[in-house]
């Protein structure tokens, strides 16, 4: 599909292969297929506009949030779990990168969940930044609607080092990408919201 992103959209226009991934994603157990239905879907998104409307149009972007969901009270407790996590938050960010999805976003308070899982989890916290961060981008309702839901407390968080773990190289790396996020983040605030805003 990387050398022929065209397949991806015929794939989800002419099959039901959307509907089926997205009711596999939901399933409350874990197994084996329900991350593979996760990375199916992921790669379907990534170079797709067409598929990530798609997606929005199927409800989609609600059917990745509540799976996300299942996690904001604790981490992943397998590897599998953690991979399929990650799909799914991939998912998420390939939708926020169309502008007409964004409104769904907002609707589904989405960022809510986001400033949550930044919070409260140590798995979720750099890809729930990554959302975030593509969500704000061309958005001037959803940043508003980020500073409203109190984002920027782990912001700032982040930005001075609190929760992120430098301790060893992988730590430092993934600090460093929460980092890069983050400026991004606010850079997008800086740059869409009204000026003199009271927050």
């Not at 999805?101 to 798995?123: F, G, S, Y």
Request: charged share 25%; glycine share 4%.
């Amino acid at each position: 599909m990387e050398l022929k992103p065209e397949v991806a959209d015929t794939l989800v226009s002419t099959t039901s292969i959307m509907d089926w991934l997205l009711h596999r994603i939901s399933a409350p157990e874990s197994d084996s297929n329900r991350l593979y239905a996760s990375e199916v879907l992921t790669i379907l998104l990534q170079n797709s506009d067409k598929n990530k409307r798609a997606l929005a149009e199927r409800n989609g972007i609600e059917v990745v949030l509540q799976a996300i969901a299942r996690y904001r009270k604790s981490d992943p407790v397998s590897a599998e779990d953690e991979e399929f996590l990650e799909n799914i938050f991939g998912a998420l960010c390939a939708s926020a990168m169309v502008k007409e999805n964004k409104a769904m976003l907002l609707k589904a308070e989405a960022l809510e969940l986001m400033i949550l899982m930044m919070k409260k989890r140590n798995v979720a916290r750099l890809p729930a930044v990554k959302v975030v961060n593509f969500a704000l981008t061309d958005s001037d309702d959803l940043c508003a609607q980020f500073v409203a839901a109190l984002g920027l407390g782990p912001v700032f968080g982040f930005l001075m080092g609190k929760g992120l773990d430098c301790t060893k190289q992988k730590g430092k790396e993934r600090a460093a990408e929460v980092q890069e996020n983050v400026i991004s983040i606010l850079a997008n605030l800086l740059q869409r919201l009204p000026a003199g805003q009271k927050r």
